[in-house]
C-alpha cells in the first residue's frame, strides 16, 4: 500500500449504531488530520495529531471520538450520529518538522446516516 | 484570521481554451500555498505547490500557478483545457494547519 489508504470506503450506518473509520498513512509522516465534506460547504477541519497527541478539536460534537494509537494509524470513532452528519469523510497526513506542511489525502468515506 | 478565496465557484471553458482559477490569500496566510484538485468520489490530490523557491510553480497535468506578493494573489493556469480536467479545485494555504478555500468546480465542454 503507498499514500494514504482509507477503510471503508463506503459505510451506512443507522443513529443508534457504533463504527469506527480507519486511515493508515504509508508516507513516514507525523502529523494526520480529519476532515469533513458536505455537499455545497467549505472543507471543515475536525481533528489534527502531532506525534500521536491530539493539538486541534475544532468544536466538534463528541458523537465523534478520534483515536491515534500512533503516527501511522488515526481512527474515527462513531456513536449516535445524526442525519446531518451524513459527508465525506476524508483523512489526510503531512510532515511538519522540516517539511513543506503538504497534506495528502486518502479516498475518503462516504457516510450516510439513516 | 486566515483566508483563502477562491472568486467563481463554476468555470466552464471549452476544451482547448485556456484555463484560469483565480486564488487569493490574506496576507496572514504564511508563505506555503498550493492547489488541490478532486475527482468525484476521491480525496483532495495534490497539483502543485508553492514554498518560496520560485514564484512561477509548475505541477502535474500541464497545470502551473504564478505566486504574485504585490497581488496576494496564486492562480492556477493551463494553457489547454482537457476533458478529463473537468473536477473540482481547492486552493489552500497556510502552514501546519491548512486554510482552504471553497472550491472552484471547472466545467469543459467540447
Known amino acids: 500500500e503507498t499514500g494514504v489508504t482509507q477503510t471503508p470506503r463506503h459505510l451506512v450506518m443507522g443513529m443508534t449504531n457504533k463504527k469506527s473509520l480507519k486511515c493508515e498513512q504509508h508516507l513516514g509522516h507525523n502529523a494526520m488530520y480529519w476532515y469533513k465534506q458536505s455537499a455545497k460547504k467549505p472543507l471543515e477541519l475536525m481533528f489534527v495529531?502531532?506525534?500521536?497527541?491530539?493539538?486541534e478539536n475544532n468544536s466538534v460534537p463528541s458523537r465523534f471520538s478520534p483515536e491515534c494509537p500512533n503516527s501511522s494509524h488515526l481512527f474515527l470513532h462513531l456513536h449516535t450520529l445524526q442525519p446531518e452528519d451524513s459527508a465525506l469523510y476524508l483523512c489526510a497526513s503531512s510532515q511538519d518538522r522540516g517539511g513543506t506542511y503538504e497534506q495528502y489525502f486518502g479516498p475518503g468515506t462516504r457516510l450516510t446516516v439513516t | 484570521a486566515q483566508s483563502v478565496t477562491q472568486l467563481g465557484s463554476h468555470v466552464s471553458v471549452s476544451e482547448g481554451a485556456l484555463v484560469l482559477l483565480r486564488c487569493n490569500y490574506s496576507s496572514s496566510v504564511p508563505p506555503y500555498l498550493f492547489w488541490y484538485v478532486q475527482y468525484p468520489n476521491q480525496g483532495l490530490q495534490l497539483l502543485l505547490k508553492y514554498t518560496s523557491a520560485a514564484t512561477l510553480v509548475k505541477g502535474i497535468n500541464g497545470f502551473e500557478a504564478e505566486f504574485k506578493k504585490s497581488e496576494t494573489s496564486f492562480h492556477l493556469t493551463k494553457p489547454s483545457a482537457h476533458m478529463s480536467d473537468a473536477a473540482e479545485y481547492f486552493c489552500a494555504g497556510g502552514g501546519n494547519k491548512l486554510t482552504f478555500g471553497t472550491g472552484t468546480q471547472l466545467k469543459v465542454e467540447l
Open positions: 495529531y502531532n506525534f500521536k497527541e491530539q493539538t
